[in-house]
RNA sequence: GGCGUGUUGGUCAAUCGGUUAAGACGCCUCCCUUUCACGGAGGAAUGACGGGUUCGAUUCCCGUACAUGCUACCA
């Protein structure tokens, strides 16, 4: 049977990490599988829909590398891939489980079942939950006389149907990542399984779209652990339990700090982004940053994020997305969580730098330039990513480590040549720079000769003067080797920064 | 509270009963570098606790503790 695996999301706001590295780990199994990458949107909420998530969704994916086989615009053979467009397929599989006994009808106000509750939770031992202990004392189809029922439905009395969990049976599933996990059915609730507003609660939804689309195996976050039997016994009830996926629960991503979920507040307390991309509220417009604005590169950030709760066992770190495709193996995930760690994130990205060639570093590079205003020669930008990648962590450090190939710089580190200079110094700089007007060979090392010989000739130490160069020419104490910056910048323009100092002295 | 899941250095982690308990990030020291980095060499730092099982437990089992997830007509 072919594999086919899932990433279903509801469009709600940006996308987390956690998010991307299930559509990683989809994806990743997928393609080792030679199976299909499906992307269903689950939009069964419609308090919480937001617009624009969608496509936000799927730009991070693309922008990942980790585009689906079949999604909602990229359609396929079982479209269409929006729950909310599938509403009736899940009614009729509600009344078939009510028609069989599997599930009721539940006429409750919110205002009953949250009485039900306070009432319950003065007990010590209750379950405080609609459940096998408390459904008889309920409005529903169990407690209602049929005829009441029949009325009450009639009347187009607002009504969710609820699954009907057995009692004292254990619920047992084969956890890809956990083994064997088991629930006693006791302590389940009656989840909802269709809302008032006929439109059905995760629960119902993943495992009619599950089936119906053939999912074989199912990747989801480790919070979904304890609904699982509710899942279980649906595909038992539907009488779908032979072709039900097999369940793997992923570890979740912790906050660095303290422990818990890392959530969008962490990100913002402690600095780093949590979503993949930029994400702006439609309502507020506040924006949260994203990994690939904050200057990640997309196979890095996907690196990075395979490495918190997997590994390949031989001790390497950094893989291309390639080859995590031929690697991975879901036998070496994890079961406990992992604490995000934003330092070795950029670490991440700093090796995937260095492993980048310079035309593709510069092709990522411009947009972060260009956004500080300074439109690059191509061939120049080029051969700059290639001298400065090793001191760059995030795209954005390609501009604020060469952006004086560029434009003249700001002199920020002006002190450092004023506190030791002298007459000595500003003749040598007005005599090479004179001499420079008449030099033909612009390459370093003919630069650097000639420097040495006048050093010598005004009775200098080379270390006196290469300091300020590198002041006048850079702006500040950083950055490749000066001659190497002289040749890019060119004579002409190593001349007026020398002269553009020496003025303002 | 109940139920589920988890627990090797500060963090990510290897180990599939026998090791001086890898490696990486970060941190510290030194080297290289007439700047800043890169790089190189070192260093500090780990099996939550208590019982078993075993000739031998980080590894298997059971408790305890701690952490975390869930307990919505949200996913």
Known sequence: MKVRVRFAPSPTGGLHLGGVRTVLFNYLFARAHGGDFILRIEDTDQGRFVPGAEQYIMDCLTWCGLEPDESPVKGGPHMPYRQSERKAMYQQYAQQLVAAGYAYYAFDTPEEIETMRTAHRKDEHSHAQYDGNTRMHMKNSLTLPEATVQQLLADKTPYVVRIKVPANTTVTLNDMIRGEVSFDSSLVDDKVLLKADGMPTYHLAVVVDDYLMQITHAFRGEEWLPSAPVHVLLWEYLGWKDQMPQWAHLPLILKPDGNGKLSKRDGDRLGFPVFAMNWTDPKTNEVTAGF????????????????????????????????LTEKFAIERIHKGGAKFDYEKAKWFNHQHIQRTDDQTLARLARPFMEAKGITADEALLVKVAGLIKDRCTLLPDFYTQGHFFFATPEVTEMAAITEKWNAQKQAFFEGWSAALATQANADAAALEASFNEHVQQHGLKKGDVMLPLRIMLVGGKYGPGVFAIAELIGITETINRITAVLRSI
Not at 302 to 314: E, H, K, Q, S
């Open 292 to 323: 690939r604005e904050i200057g990640f590169m997309p196979e890095a950030f996907v690196n990075m994020l395979a490495m918190l709760g997997w590994n390949d066992g031989t001790g390497q770190e950094v893989f291309s997305l390639k080859e």
